[in-house]
């Protein structure tokens, strides 16, 4: 794929070019492809798979994605999870998720879910609340140095406090993420680097700080839009 900003037509034409038959990527990137002008243009029936995450994804775009790509039926899918949990935490994909499009799926093999309420006490079945995981791939020696973050996401019994609205039937149906009370707001995929290299680039950001450039107002705001990958960004203005 061409570096920067996500280009449909490049990706389009890519799958077609190379016969493509595995995609992924979050929520947005399916909207823009599905959604563009020129879809028929190309011929995209190599893709026999498709999977997504990282955001909650709108019904609507699993209505899509049945008219535009009916060969991945039983192949479509998505999950739910955080970098607390090594990634997946719950999944659903197929038929499964064609009949339970606002869903995120049941916990993966070894992990627990359950949803609380404010005061980290579990809730009766069939509401909504804060999802709470617990399992040997969820997080347990604590952030480095933020006990105070550690106390606040941390229940008895090894339960993690994932601050993400959701329902629990015999599915987990994600609503919505929400600030995650006393957790560090940027948290690096340590899976992906080296406990040095992170520490380096810290280091880094420390030395240099003065020299970038910095905002004038930082904002966080809530927003109800399917197509968009995140309900919750950041904006900033007069930099």
Known sequence: MQPGAFNADHAMAKIEREKVSSMGGVPTVMWRIVEAENFADYDLSSVTRIGYGGAPAAPELVERIKVCFPQVRDSLSTAYGLTESASVATAISGDDYFA???????????????????????????????????????????????????????????????????????????????????????????????????????????????????????????????RIAHSRHASSAGL
């Open 100 to 226: 339970r499009p606002n869903s995120v799926g049941r916990p993966v093999p070894t992990v627990e879910a359950m949803v609380i309420d404010e005061d980290g006490n579990p809730a009766p079945d069939g509401t909504t609340g804060e999802l709470a995981l617990r399992g040997p791939t969820i997080m347990m020696r604590g952030y480095w140095n933020r006990p105070d973050a550690n106390e606040a996401v941390f229940l008895p019994g090894g339960w993690f406090r994932t601050g993400d609205i959701a329902r629990i039937d015999d599915y987990v149906r994600q609503h919505a993420p929400r600030p995650r009370r006393g957790a560090p707001f940027v948290r690096f995929p340590t899976s992906m680097w080296r406990n040095e290299e992170v520490l380096s680039f810290a280091d880094w950001l420390r030395r240099h700080h003065s020299a970038l450039p910095q905002p004038k107002r930082v904002s966080r705001r809530g927003l109800h839009a399917p």
